[in-house]
């Protein structure tokens, strides 16, 4: 990672789950500056607080929809990594344009500021639900891919990509902390449907392949990283048994609470259409799609789509380790 050595980096949703974490992670290869913007006051505050030892940082306050203002952050800027984004399916369904404006014109923006300042190369970090979407917040994510990989044909300066992935377990909004929440409770614990299947990683994993993903763009493609996948019922049941007994009960008291799917949700995520797969390649880590071909020298991808309902799911076995990877990250 020796790309982030004394350069400006700037992280926007830069106090969210993946931001913050991209921003902690970079700490590490001694980049010259770091800025971190975001429309939410008290985050910044606190993560100030958390990193106020280090003094090449600046906590910005903005919106990605406020183009002016992200021409200030971006000023002498190398990299972006740009994870803003309104998130959230059913917020996302009942407030489509403001998804519109914050995901796909917020995204554009960031384009805009980017070749307008010469960075050097611009990741923006898309999700599993922008495959075939069928809600707001897919769509609005396949349209911020799209724009991105787009712009990489304008300039010959900026390297424009995107990274996707599906659920980060114990990121804000996830499953985990929701479960964790109503387990402190007594339960019950609220599924949709036990059977759902989803692709699932941990943050620092997630930050891990992004900054991989930085160091090794070239320009147009779309990083998609290998995940594992799981039953969201064995999901609710190993946090059960692995939380219920650390706040006073017993696991079997705590029950599971079937209350059907949400609006425009789906049973099962994709990665990778069928489509996409016939450009992609390899890695031990990832598939990469690039329409500019094979400019890695990597094996060609199976030419099949890559969905969480498709392949061998974890087992609660597995799913109770990676649980425990977590808390332990946690340091509980």
């Given amino acids: 990672m020796s790309i982030f050595s004394n350069k400006n980096i700037l992280v926007t949703g830069g106090t969210g789950s993946i931001g913050s974490g991209i921003v902690r992670k970079l700490l590490q290869y001694g980049p010259k500056v770091i800025r971190i913007f975001s429309n939410d006051e008290d985050s910044l505050f606190y993560l100030r607080e958390e990193l106020q030892d280090y003094t090449h940082l600046r906590f910005l306050v903005g919106d ?27 917020l996302c369904e009942y407030n489509p344009f403001e998804a519109v404006k914050t995901n796909v014109l917020g995204t554009q923006n960031v384009i805009d500021v980017a070749m307008e ?25 396949l ?15 900026t390297a424009f990509s995107c990274v996707r992935f599906g659920n980060v377990l114990d990121s ?14 007594g339960g019950p614990v609220t599924i949709t449907n036990p059977d ?33 996948a799981l039953r969201v019922g064995d999901l609710a049941e190993a946090m059960i048994e692995e939380l219920a007994p650390r706040y006073g009960y017993e696991p079997g008291k ?3 609470k079937i209350i059907g799917k949400r609006l425009r949700e789906k049973d099962d995520e994709e990665l990778m259409t069928e489509e996409e797969a016939k450009n992609a390649y390899e890695t031990e880590d990832m598939f990469i799609i690039s329409g500019a071909g094979n400019g890695y ?12 309902g498709d392949g061998i799911l974890l087992t609660k076995e597995q799913v109770k380790e990676t649980l425990g990877d977590v808390l332990h990250q946690r340091g509980l």
């Fill in 172 to 185: 804000r909004g996830s499953a985990l902390p929701l479960f964790e929440e109503q387990i402190k409770k």
């Fill in 143 to 157: 349209l911020a891919e799209r724009l991105t990989t787009a712009a990489d044909y304008y300039v010959e300066k």
């Fill in 64 to 90: 990605v929809r406020d183009k002016e203002r992200l021409a200030m952050a971006a000023k002498s800027i190398d990299f972006i990594f740009h994870a803003a984004a309104l998130k959230h399916v059913p």
């Fill in 117 to 141: 300042e010469k960075v050097e190369k611009v990741i923006t970090i898309s999700t599993d639900k922008a495959v075939n979407p069928i809600n707001v917040m897919g769509a609005t994510k």
């Fill in 297 to 308: 020298g990597l094996e060609k991808a199976s030419g099949i789509r890559y969905s969480s």
């Fill in 254 to 256: 705590i029950k599971v």
């Fill in 196 to 228: 759902m299947t989803r692709f699932v990683m941990t943050i620092p994993r997630a930050v891990e392949l992004v900054l991989k993903a930085m160091e090794v763009a070239k320009g147009g493609e779309i990083f998609i990283f290998k995940m594992p």
